[in-house]
């Protein structure tokens, strides 16, 4: 028993990671670690291309819709302090422990080899099924893009392969039936899995273009967007008074045709459970240390200014979003093209005009999907590297001998990502990786006060400031968050984790280097 929370001394983690000598350009030699090509500007770029995107484009609108209405501005806000908590805590864990694997690692040195375990099987929970959801978000906007604004019609053999079968198609008579698969979910994914496979300095240039992209979109969106807003949209409740009229009276509403509670204070909560893996970004820049320059500096700078800018946005995006149109009708994958859609029509653009803006701003909404699905992709491939190395998972952690990537790790990462995405519904996985994130933001945050008792003397190139308030703010937080989400999410975790301890325990604690170096101690 005690063997299970074996802790890897953090010397030791820190030198796996530097197994490989770093040339002068800072290039990795050898093959069998990950190039170093990486700098502070792309970990801004990557935090941004992970965070701008799946919470603005894919879940605001059903946050709104199904549990805060307006109030899904205090959603963000309470995500982003909490996440402000959880990211001092990453960047000083980050800059300590500069390694692959992100929280996985950190766990590992801390509260031992099965807690790192629970903590990696909930990290590829949350970065696996955070891209499934993005790319079923992608294919929304894909089609919105190629019907609505181009114009082009789908037969009903061809709408039947928009959806998953778990969601229904509306055929071109106005009846509705499940589809059968989810194609340009499927496509995108394997796509993105092939672009990783060749290499992060090409994946991290890419990610820079469409960040830059859908940025620039995102702020043309607010600014005309404002100029047409509704106020009264903004009232949820007329029975409350000031910012509290924001929130709609607690009611039952039908979300995927089942009856449930809804609104109010604990729908703000919720809502931001919901859209909590939006902000999953900054935890994806962690994965990269190996791939980092000078990852002591860079790491706490991606982590806290792309965190900084990106809920500034979400909060900005949300007030123009539900100010234009009504919260009760963007319960769809594609919420903000349901938004531009109607800025155009309340600017009373010519029809030109309208073509020309509305393709704009949905091209720019694929471009910051297709980057939320490459950063998410990215970190996956990391955790199954990080896991594979110490020898608790197969496989993963080869190294391709030319582009130097973790090539088995994304193969597999593409192959589930792009089945899942085909078929599963994007409200179901997106509650589930809100819940594995904010459990791994939870452990992080625990992880700070531990480490500072067990190794003080560690050099911390950045130290969280008050970690003795902030550490303990963030768990609670965590756990406050967690509480508000549904029951049903919970199972589903409590599944996701028992799958998880039966593969640790048929093949982990076999196979574990840790394990396998304390046995040689004692012989």
């Known amino acids: 028993m ?26 990795a030699t050898g093959g069998h670690q990950l190039k170093r090509t990486l700098g502070a500007f792309n970990l801004i770029m990557l935090g941004i291309g992970a965070i701008i995107g799946a919470g603005i484009f894919s879940l605001t609108g059903a946050a709104a819709a199904f549990y805060a209405g307006p109030g899904i501005i205090y959603s963000f806000i309470l995500g982003g302090v909490l996440c402000a908590f959880a990211g001092l805590c990453y960047a000083e864990m980050a800059a300590m422990v500069p390694v692959s694997g992100s929280a996985y690692a950190y766990s590992y040195a801390t509260m031992g080899e099965f807690i790192a375990w629970i903590i990696g099987w909930d990290l590829i929970l949350e970065y696996a099924f955070g891209a499934v959801t993005v790319a079923t978000s992608w ?5 919105s893009l190629l019907n609505k604004t181009m114009g082009i019609e789908f037969s009903d053999q061809l709408l039947l392969f928009t959806k998953g079968p778990w969601e229904m198609v ?19 994914s394997i796509f993105i899995a092939a672009l990783l496979y060749r290499g ?38 007329t029975a409350a008074n000031g910012l509290a009229a924001l929130v709609p009276p607690q009611s039952m509403l039908l979300k995927n045709g089942h009856p449930s509670l809804s609104f109010g204070w604990p729908g703000v909560l919720t809502g931001a459970g919901v859209v909590f893996f939006a902000y999953i970004g900054f935890d994806a820049v962690s994965t990269t240390a190996q791939e980092c320059k000078n990852p002591t500096r860079d790491l706490p700078i991606g982590i806290l200014v792309s965190l900084f800018v990106c809920t500034f946005l979400y909060v900005l995006m949300a007030l123009v ?32 005009a309208q073509t020309i803006f509305t393709f704009i701003v949905k ?41 130097q990537t973790p090539h088995l790790a994304t193969i597999v990462t593409g192959v589930f990502v792009a089945l899942c995405a085909g078929v599963l519904p994007m409200s179901l996985v997106g509650e589930l990786v809100s819940i594995g994130t904010l459990l791994a933001f939870l ?27 902030v ?41 574990s280097r840790l394990r396998a170096g304390c046995s040689k101690n004692k012989s």
């Open 2 to 27: 005690s063997k299970l929370f074996l802790k890897k001394d953090l010397k030791t983690l820190i030198r796996d990671a530097s197994e490989v000598s770093v040339l002068p350009g800072g290039e």
């Open 321 to 352: 979003i539900t100010g234009v149109v009504p919260y009760q009708e963007l319960g769809v994958p594609d919420p903000i093209a349901v938004g531009v859609d109607r800025i155009v029509a309340l600017r009373h653009w010519s029809p030109l």
């Open 170 to 188: 509306t055929l071109l008579n106005g009846s509705q039936v499940h589809g059968l698969w989810n194609v340009p979910a499927t496509l995108v």
């Open 200 to 237: 992060m300095h090409e994946s991290a240039f890419v990610n820079n273009l469409v960040v830059l992209l859908k940025v620039s979109i995102i702020l043309v969106f607010i600014a005309l967007g404002w100029a047409v807003v509704d106020p009264n949209h903004w009232v949820g409740n």
């Open 443 to 469: 452990l992080v945050c625990a992880g700070i006060p531990i480490l500072r008792v067990r190794a003080p003397d560690v050099a911390r190139p950045f130290k969280t400031p008050m970690y003795w308030f």
């Open 363 to 403: 091209v720019g909404a694929l471009a910051g999907l297709t980057s939320v699905i490459l950063v998410l992709m990215m970190g996956q491939t990391r955790i199954f590297y990080s896991m594979a190395k110490d020898g608790l998972l197969p496989w993963f952690g080869k190294v391709h001998s030319k582009y």
């Open 139 to 143: 294919s929304g906007y894909f089609l």
């Open 471 to 511: 550490a303990p703010a963030g768990v609670l937080t965590c756990l406050w968050v967690m509480s508000g989400l549904p029951g049903d999410t919970w199972l589903r975790l409590i599944i996701w984790l028992l799958i998880g301890f039966a593969i640790y325990f048929g093949y982990g604690v076999k196979h």
